[in-house]
């Protein structure tokens, strides 16, 4: 609701995601002049349940592993670092193609896979970011993520928001199972 030079907000889009995240749901409700009733609802879990989620992370192929993430909106890219590391992945986050060109051309840390945003401001969307690994990082994954139904019709793997960890956790385990 504000513009990006305005503030951050409320952070509604922050517990959104992650209330959804976690299987459950937000109802608001306002009324002008009394005030606004935000409920946050969770879905009760067991004790068996929490044990075969800490199971699944820990069994995960993705750990240890360093991804590069470009995203250039604050919130979105802080919940994806978030969920990356709750998997045990290293990220290195940067908010712009050209910046992550720069880091993957310059940096001496080894990266093993690229998660972008599609739509960035600057001369490098997500697709030619992408398309610049291909040519000059040839064995690097990249993961392309957007909101926009036009990148549809995309031969790159492509995670469409909004997205779980879990859907996250599988699209990047099918960025390692693809042929090459």
Do not use: C
Not at 6 to 24: E, I, K
Not at 32 to 40: D, K, M, R
Not at 120 to 148: C, K, Q, T
């Amino acid at each position: 609701t504000r513009s990006p030079s305005s503030g951050t907000g409320l952070g509604r889009s922050s517990v959104y995601g992650f209330v959804r995240q976690s299987g459950g749901d937000v109802r608001i409700a306002s009324v002008p002049g009394q005030g606004t009733t935000v409920a946050l609802r969770f879905p009760s879990v067991n004790i068996g349940m929490t044990e075969a989620l800490g199971a699944a992370k820990s069994s995960t192929s993705l750990r240890g592993k360093r991804a590069l993430v470009v995203e250039d909106n604050e919130v979105l890219g802080e919940a994806l670092v978030s969920m990356l590391e709750y998997m045990d992945i290293v990220p290195v986050w940067v908010h712009s193609g050209e910046r992550a060109i720069a880091t993957l051309s310059t940096t001496e840390q080894a990266f093993d896979f690229v998660v972008s945003d599609v739509r960035m401001p600057g001369d490098h969307d997500g697709f030619s970011l992408a398309a610049w690994i291909e040519r000059n990082r040839v064995d690097m994954p990249v993961l392309l993520i957007s909101g926009f139904s036009e990148v549809d019709r995309t031969s790159r793997p492509l995670l469409k928001k909004p997205f779980t960890e879990a859907d996250l956790r599988a699209a990047l385990t099918g960025l390692f199972e693809r042929p090459k």
